[in-house]
C-alpha cells in the first residue's frame, strides 16, 4: 500500500471514530449568540471576536442577537443547542453568575449546562455623582450617606442588573442605607441623575464619561481592582482608604461559552484561537473605547471565576432581597 494511500485511510479510520456531533461541527458555520439587543457592549465585543476568530479559522463566524428575559432567552437557547460547536454564547457575569440566584424557576442551569471557552474581558463600573454636587471622594459619600441614612437615592438601570447590585454591596460594605431607584436604561437613570434627581448611580463608563467630559456628572470611583485607563485620574474605590471598602471590587467578566458536551479537543483549539484574537492590539483597543479591559484566561480559569462570581453575587441578591423585573 502506497504511503499516500495508507495516510488517506487512516485519516478515514479516525474520522469514522469520531462522533457524529464533532464531524458535523466542521462543516457548519460558528454562530455567536448575544443574549441581548444589537449595538450594546455585549453585541460589540462578540462582532469583534466574530471577525477575528473567522479570520484564525478561515471560516464563518456569525453573530445572532437573541435578546429577552434578561438575556436568559438567549442563554438557554445555547445551552440546549446540539454541542456540536457550531452554536456559542457570548456570556458575562449578569447571564452566567448573577441570573440564576435573581430569576427564580429557570430552564436551564449555566454552571451545569454551559461550558467555558475562554474569557476575554473585563469591564468596571464608574461611580458617578451630580457636578453640582459636593460631594467629590468617596469618603465624602460615605459621610453623606451616614448623616442623612435613609435618605439618599441611586439610580440603576433597572433591578437586579449589575449597577444595582453594586450599589447593595456599596451599601452593606459602608453599612450605610441608600434607596435604590431602577430606571428603564442607563440614559434615563443618567439624565435624572445629572439634573438631581437621584444622587449616586454605578453606571456601565461610556455614556457616564460622556455626561462627565460635558460638565454634568463628576466621576468619584471605579469598581475595578486598578485603575482604568480610560479614567486615569479616577480613583479606584478600594482607594478610598475606608477600612470597610478594602479590596473592593465589581466588575463584569465577558468570555464565550459553549453547550456541555461540547468536544474537548474542538473546545482547546478554539479556547486558544480566541485568546490569539484576544490578545491582539486591535481587539484590546475596541475593549479600551468601551471601558474595558483585557482579561484573558481558558476553560479552567473561566470556570473558576463564574464559581466565586456566582457566590458572590448569590449573597447580595439574597440578602437585599433583589428580584428581577
Known amino acids: 500500500m502506497g504511503?499516500?494511500?495508507?495516510e488517506?485511510?487512516?485519516g478515514l479510520l479516525a474520522a469514522a471514530g469520531q462522533p457524529a456531533h464533532a464531524q458535523q461541527a466542521a462543516g457548519k458555520p460558528i454562530r455567536i449568540v448575544v443574549p441581548f439587543a444589537a449595538g450594546g457592549g455585549n453585541d460589540v465585543f462578540a462582532r469583534q471576536m466574530a471577525k477575528g476568530?473567522?479570520?484564525?479559522r478561515k471560516?464563518?463566524?456569525?453573530v445572532d442577537n437573541k435578546p429577552g428575559a434578561g438575556g436568559n432567552l438567549g442563554t438557554e437557547q445555547v445551552a440546549r443547542s446540539t454541542p456540536d460547536g457550531s452554536t456559542l454564547l457570548l456570556g458575562h457575569t449578569g447571564t452566567v453568575s448573577i441570573n440564576p440566584a435573581l430569576y427564580k424557576g429557570l430552564k436551564f442551569d449555566a454552571?451545569?449546562?454551559?461550558?467555558p471557552v475562554a474569557m476575554f474581558a473585563s469591564s468596571a463600573l464608574v461611580l458617578v455623582v451630580p457636578a453640582s454636587s459636593k460631594v467629590r471622594t468617596v469618603g465624602d459619600l460615605v459621610d453623606e450617606a451616614k448623616a442623612r441614612a435613609g435618605l439618599l437615592d441611586y439610580a440603576s438601570s433597572g433591578s437586579g442588573t449589575g449597577g444595582h447590585l453594586t450599589g447593595e454591596l456599596f451599601a452593606q460594605r459602608t453599612g450605610t442605607k441608600i434607596n435604590h431607584i431602577p430606571y428603564k436604561g442607563t440614559n434615563p437613570a443618567l439624565t435624572d441623575l445629572a439634573g438631581g434627581q437621584v444622587q449616586m448611580m454605578f453606571s456601565v463608563i461610556p455614556p457616564a464619561l460622556?455626561?462627565?467630559k460635558g460638565g454634568r456628572l463628576r466621576a468619584i470611583a471605579v469598581t475595578s481592582a486598578?485603575?482604568?485607563p480610560s479614567l486615569p485620574d479616577v480613583p479606584t474605590v478600594a482607594e478610598s482608604g475606608l477600612r470597610e471598602l478594602a479590596g473592593f471590587e465589581s466588575t463584569l467578566t465577558y468570555g464565550i461559552l459553549a453547550p456541555r458536551g461540547t468536544p474537548d479537543a474542538f473546545v482547546k483549539t478554539l479556547s486558544a484561537q480566541m485568546?490569539?484574537?484576544a490578545g491582539e492590539k486591535e481587539f484590546q483597543s475596541r475593549l479600551d473605547v468601551e471601558g474595558a479591559v483585557p482579561l484573558l484566561g481558558g476553560p479552567p480559569d473561566y470556570a473558576a471565576l463564574i464559581s466565586r462570581e456566582s457566590e458572590k453575587w448569590a449573597r447580595i441578591v439574597k440578602s437585599s432581597g433583589a428580584v428581577a423585573e
Open 3 to 6: 504511503l499516500a494511500r495508507r
Open 8 to 10: 488517506l485511510l487512516l
Open 53 to 56: 476568530l473567522g479570520e484564525v
Open 59 to 62: 471560516s464563518g463566524v456569525i
Open 111 to 115: 454552571r451545569k449546562d454551559l461550558l
Open 210 to 212: 460622556a455626561l462627565v
Open 226 to 228: 486598578q485603575r482604568l
Open 275 to 277: 485568546l490569539q484574537v
